[in-house]
C-alpha cells in the first residue's frame, strides 16, 4: 500500500515504525488494559509484520516539498525515534483516571488505581538494586529520585544554541521519559492499594504529561518556523486538479491552520499508541480463519439434531446477518465480538489502521478489514499520460462509501464502538464523541473531525467530485470548525470528567500552544501565581520557566512581568532545594536591576566561605554584576534589626554586646573582600555598619567588622586606581579617613578596657594580724617584700598603659586635618544619612572620650594633665565644645574641678602651679 493513497483522512498515520511494534521483537507477553472499557485482560504474543501506514508527517516531508530551495520541516523527526527506549505510559483509565491539577501540599490520592503489570520491567541487577536502596531510605522517593531533573534541564539549555533549538527540545523530552521510566520502576514494585508512594505516582503522572507537552511543542513550532520561512518566498503554482490526492496535498502545503490541525491529531494518537501495548497475531478468543464459529457451531448442531431450540439465532452468517435478520449471535461470538470492536476503536484512535485491518483478517474477518480502507483518497497517476502504465491509488467511490459509514454510525444497531470506528472514518463528531472519555480523547475526535471536514470542503470546492448517487449529510459538508471553536465546545462539554481535566495545569498549557495564544498562556500563568496556595509544583514551574526562555530564544513576545514572576518563582524553588549550581544562570534572565536583587537575596543565606568563592564564580559566568550584587547582600544585612544610636555614659563597662544579628552583619562582609577591586567598597559598607555598631554602644561587634577588612584594603584602594590613571576619587579617600578614624577611636577604648582592667587589680598589701606571733611576722615582712616587688611591676605596667591610653585617646580628640569623624574632601557625594551618623558619632562619642580621658588621668593622679583638657575642649581648632551639651559641659566642669581640689590639696593653686609666696 502506496503512502500516497493515504492521505484523505485523519485516521492516516504510521508509517514510522511505532514503539509497539519495536516491543513486539521480545517475544514477551504482557497484559493488555485497554481504556475505553472494563473487558477482561488477555495475553498476546507479538510477531506481527511490519506496518504498511505511515504517518502523516513523514507524508509531509515526503510528497508537500515547497517549490523554494528550503527543504519542508521533517515533523515525523519530532516523533520518538528507533532509537529512543520505549515509553510505558499509563492506561487513560488508570493514571488519566486520577490527572489533576497538582500540588505541593495535596499529593495524595488512592494509589489503588495504578495497573500492576503481568511482567515486572526488565531491567539489570544494579538497577534494581539501586531502587531497592532509594525505596528503602526514603518514605516517598520519587522526589529524592527526580531532583536530578533540574541540573539535566539546565545542561540541556546551556549545550543548545538557538540554532539546535529543536534538538533541546528532543533532549527535554528524553530527559522527562528517563525519569518517568524510572518513576515507573519505583511504582510497580509498590503494593497495589498502598498510599506509601502517593508522591512518586503524582510526580510520574506529571511527568507523563510534561513529556508529550514538549513533543507537542517541537512539533507545532517546528512546522509554524518553517512556514513563516518559506512564506516570503512561496510561489504559487498551478496543481492539477483531476486527483483528490493532489488536492489534498496543495491544501496541506499552502493552509498552516489544516496541517497544524493534522499535527494536533497526530500528536494525539502517538500519544495513545504509547498507551495501547502489545498486540499480537494470535488472539486466542478469536478462530484463525472463521469468524462467530460458536454461532456456527450452534446452527450445525441444530440442523443435525433436528430438535427445537428456545434461543434464538441468526440463520445466516454472512456479516449484515444479525442486523437483516434482527437475531443475536451466540453468546461468546457477542463477547468476543465487543471485544474485537473495542480493541480495533482504541487502535484507530492511536492511529493504527493498518494495525486494525491487520488484526481483523487474524481474526477472520477480512471483510472489516475492507470496510477499513474505503476512504483513502482517488489518484490515477496516468491521466497526465506516460510511458508506463501506473497503478491507480485509492476509492473511486469514496464519497458513497463514506455516506455508508456515517449511516452505520448513526444506527444505534450497532455497538457503540463499532459506530465510533465508522464516525471516525467518516466525520461523524456527534457519533464518535460518545467513547471519548478522556480529554486527550475529545480533543482528538474534534482535531480529526475539523480536519476530515476541511479536506472534504476543498475537494468539493474544486468542483473536481462528480455528483454521487450518495451524498454526505449537510452537516458533514457544511461544517465551519477552527482550533477556537473547539476548544469552546470543550469548555461546554456536559461530561464531567472531560470538564475537569480540562482544568489540569498541563491541558490548559497545550490547549494554549496548539491555538498559539501566547498572551492567553501568560495570563494563566499569571492567574495560577497569584492564586497563592496551594503552591505550584516545582517540576511545573521548572517546565514553565523553560518554556518561556523557549519562546525568548524564538524571539516571540510575551508579556514580560509574567515571564519574570515565574522565572522569580522558579529561583525560589532551587534556592529552598539548596541548589547551588543552578540559580545564577536561571537570574541572569532576569531585567538587570531585578537580577542583581534576587541574586543577592540569595546570598544572604550563603555563610561558607567556599560556597561565596563559588557562588560569586557562576555568577562571573552567568554574566550578572558582582560588583553590584554583592553590594546589595550587604546593604540587604546592614539595614536589618537597625538599633538607635544611645547615649553613651562614661561607665567604664558600656559595651551592649553581641546578638545573632549583629554577627550577621559581621559576616557579610564578607562578601566584599574577595575581589582587590571591591575594596573601596568594602570600606564603605563596612564604615556604615561599624557607625551603627558605635552608635549602640557596642563596639566588640566594631572590632569585630574592622577585622574583616585586610589590612591592605587602603594598599589595593590606591593600587586600583593608580593602574587605570586615575586619582583616587574624593568619596574613597572620605571612606579611608573614616576607616581610619574608626580604627584610632576602637584603639583608644581597647586601650581604656586594658587599663581599667589592670587599675582594677592592683595587688593587695598584706596585713599583720594583731598580736602576732614571731613566725607570722616573718611570714608578713616576707609578704610584704613580695607585695613590693609585685606593685612594682604593677606600677611600670600602669604607667605603660596609662602612656598608651592617653596617646590612642589624643588621637581621637585631636585628629588630624578637620577632627574626628569630619569628611576632609568636601567635593564627594552627599550621603545624607551618613553625614548625620557621624555628626551622631561626634556627638556621643568625644564627650564620651574626654570623660574616659579625664578619668584616667584622675586616678593616675595627672591631676595638672587633667586642667590641660579645657584648653583642648575649649580650642577652636578642634571646636570639641561644639559636640558637648549643656549637662555635658557642667559635669565635665565638675570633673576638673575635682582634679583642682586635688591639687589644692597637694599645695600648689588651681591650676597645679607652685605658689609662690
Not at 220 to 232: K, T
Amino acid at each position: 500500500m502506496e503512502g500516497c493513497n493515504e492521505l484523505l483522512s485523519p485516521v492516516i498515520r504510521d508509517t514510522e515504525v511505532s514503539k509497539t511494534a519495536r516491543r513486539k521483537s521480545a517475544q514477551k507477553k504482557v497484559s493488555i488494559m485497554s481504556s475505553h472499557g472494563d473487558s477482561p485482560e488477555f495475553s498476546v504474543t507479538p510477531t506481527r509484520t511490519p506496518l504498511l501506514g505511515r504517518p502523516l508527517g513523514s507524508l509531509l516531508k515526503q510528497n508537500f516539498i515547497p517549490r523554494s530551495s528550503l527543504k519542508y520541516p521533517d515533523v515525523s523527526a519530532i516523533l520518538p525515534s528507533a532509537g529512543k527506549s520505549p515509553r510505558h505510559f499509563q492506561k487513560p483509565g488508570y493514571i488519566s483516571n486520577m490527572s489533576m491539577n497538582l500540588d505541593e501540599s495535596d499529593w495524595n490520592f488512592s494509589f489503588s488505581y495504578l495497573p500492576q503489570p503481568a511482567v515486572i520491567p526488565e531491567g539489570s541487577f544494579t538497577e534494581d538494586v539501586t531502587l531497592s536502596a532509594v525505596m528503602l531510605k526514603e518514605e516517598d522517593p520519587g522526589e529524592a529520585a527526580s531532583v536530578s531533573m533540574f541540573a539535566s534541564f539546565l545542561q540541556s539549555y546551556l549545550k543548545h544554541s538557538s540554532s539546535t533549538i529543536f534538538d533541546l527540545l528532543g533532549k527535554y523530552e528524553t530527559v522527562c521519559e528517563e525519569q518517568v521510566n524510572m518513576l515507573k520502576k519505583i511504582v510497580t514494585r509498590t503494593t497495589p492499594g498502598h498510599q506509601k508512594f502517593s508522591k512518586t505516582a503524582s510526580l510520574l503522572w506529571l511527568l507523563q504529561h510534561e513529556t508529550v507537552t514538549w513533543r507537542l511543542l517541537a512539533s507545532l513550532y517546528r512546522d509554524r518556523i518553517h512556514s513563516a520561512l518559506e512564506d516570503d518566498i512561496m510561489v504559487d503554482v498551478a496543481i492539477p486538479t483531476e486527483s483528490e490526492k493532489l488536492i489534498m496535498e496543495n491544501l496541506f502545503q499552502r493552509d498552516s491552520i489544516v496541517r497544524q490541525s493534522q499535527l494536533v491529531v497526530d500528536w494525539l494518537e502517538n500519544i495513545a499508541k504509547d498507551e495501547v501495548g502489545d498486540f499480537s497475531d494470535n488472539i486466542e478468543f478469536y478462530a484463525k480463519s472463521v469468524y462467530w464459529e460458536n454461532t456456527l457451531h450452534s446452527l450445525k448442531q441444530r440442523s443435525m439434531s433436528h430438535a427445537g431450540y428456545s434461543r434464538p439465532l441468526v440463520t445466516e452468517l454472512d456479516p449484515d446477518a444479525p442486523f437483516r435478520q434482527k437475531m443475536p449471535l451466540a453468546d461468546l461470538d457477542r463477547e468476543d465480538e465487543g471485544r474485537l470492536l473495542k480493541y480495533l476503536f482504541t487502535l484507530i484512535r492511536a492511529g493504527m489502521t493498518d494495525e486494525a485491518q491487520r488484526l481483523c483478517k487474524r481474526c477472520g474477518q477480512a471483510w472489516r478489514a475492507a470496510t477499513l480502507e474505503g476512504w483513502k483518497l482517488y489518484h490515477d497517476p496516468n491521466i497526465g499520460g506516460g510511458m508506463e502504465l501506473q497503478t491507480v491509488e485509492g476509492n473511486p467511490h469514496r464519497i458513497i462509501w463514506k455516506a455508508c459509514c456515517w449511516r452505520m454510525a448513526e444506527d444505534e444497531m450497532f455497538n457503540r464502538y463499532e459506530r465510533a470506528i465508522y464516525a471516525a472514518l467518516s466525520g461523524n463528531l456527534k457519533q464518535l464523541l460518545p467513547v471519548c472519555e478522556t480529554w486527550e480523547d475529545t480533543v482528538w475526535a474534534y482535531f480529526r473531525v475539523m480536519v476530515d471536514s476541511l479536506v472534504e470542503q476543498e475537494i468539493r470546492s474544486t468542483g473536481t467530485v462528480v455528483q454521487e448517487l450518495d451524498e454526505l449529510p449537510r452537516e458533514s459538508l457544511e461544517a465551519n470548525w477552527t482550533m477556537e471553536k473547539v476548544f469552546e465546545e470543550l469548555q461546554a462539554t456536559d461530561r464531567p470528567r472531560v470538564l475537569e481535566e480540562s482544568k489540569e495545569h498541563f491541558h490548559i498549557i497545550q490547549k494554549f500552544i496548539i491555538l498559539e495564544d501566547l498572551d492567553g498562556l501568560m495570563d494563566e500563568f499569571n492567574e495560577w501565581l497569584m492564586a497563592g496556595k496551594p503552591s505550584l509544583p516545582s517540576h511545573l514551574l521548572r517546565f514553565m520557566s523553560h518554556l518561556i526562555l523557549f519562546f525568548r530564544m524564538l524571539g516571540m513576545r510575551t508579556k514580560e512581568e509574567v515571564c519574570v514572576e515565574v522565572l522569580k518563582m522558579y529561583i525560589q524553588v532551587l534556592i529552598n532545594m539548596k541548589n547551588i549550581d543552578l540559580i545564577a544562570h536561571y537570574v541572569r534572565h532576569l531585567p538587570p536591576d531585578q537580577a542583581i536583587v534576587q541574586y543577592a537575596e540569595f546570598l544572604e543565606s550563603i555563610t561558607e566561605t567556599e560556597q561565596r568563592v563559588h557562588c560569586l564564580k557562576l555568577a562571573r559566568e552567568a554574566g550578572l554584576d558582582v560588583a553590584a550584587v554583592t553590594k546589595m547582600v550587604v546593604e540587604n544585612v546592614r539595614k536589618k534589626d537597625v538599633e538607635d544610636f544611645a547615649h553613651h555614659d562614661i561607665s567604664p563597662a558600656f559595651d551592649s554586646g553581641t546578638s545573632q544579628a549583629d554577627l550577621r552583619k559581621i559576616d557579610v562582609i564578607g562578601w566584599l573582600v574577595f575581589y582587590p577591586s571591591q575594596r573601596s567598597e568594602a570600606l564603605k559598607q563596612s564604615n556604615a555598619i561599624m557607625r551603627m555598631f558605635m552608635g549602640s554602644k557596642k563596639y566588640e561587634a566594631a572590632k569585630g567588622v574592622f577585622i574583616k577588612i585586610p589590612e591592605d584594603s587602603v594598599h589595593e584602594i590606591y593600587k586600583h586606581w593608580g593602574d587605570q590613571g586615575l586619582d583616587v576619587p574624593a568619596e574613597d579617600k572620605n571612606a579611608i579617613r573614616e576607616h581610619l578614624c574608626i580604627r584610632a577611636y576602637l584603639e583608644a577604648h581597647e586601650a581604656f578596657n586594658d587599663w581599667f582592667k589592670h587599675m582594677n587589680t592592683a595587688p593587695q598589701k598584706p596585713v599583720l594580724p594583731p598580736q602576732a606571733k614571731f613566725k607570722e611576722e616573718v611570714a608578713y615582712e616576707m609578704k610584704v617584700k613580695d607585695y613590693e616587688m609585685e606593685y612594682q611591676t604593677w606600677c611600670k605596667h600602669l604607667n605603660a598603659l596609662t602612656s598608651d591610653v592617653k596617646d590612642k585617646m589624643y588621637n581621637v580628640l585631636l585628629f588630624v586635618d578637620g577632627g574626628w569623624m569630619v569628611d576632609a574632601y568636601e567635593n564627594a557625594e552627599e550621603d545624607q544619612e551618613r553625614s548625620h551618623q557621624m555628626t551622631l558619632l561626634r556627638r556621643l562619642c568625644l564627650p564620651a572620650m574626654c570623660f574616659l580621658l579625664h578619668s584616667v588621668l584622675h586616678s593616675t593622679k595627672h591631676h595638672q594633665e587633667c586642667l590641660r583638657l579645657a584648653d583642648i575642649v575649649s580650642s577652636e581648632q578642634h571646636k570639641l565644645y561644639q559636640v558637648f551639651s549643656k549637662e555635658e559641659l557642667r559635669r565635665f566642669l565638675l570633673k576638673l574641678r575635682e582634679s583642682s581640689v586635688e591639687l589644692l590639696d597637694q599645695g600648689l593653686d588651681p591650676l597645679g602651679y607652685e605658689i609662690k609666696s
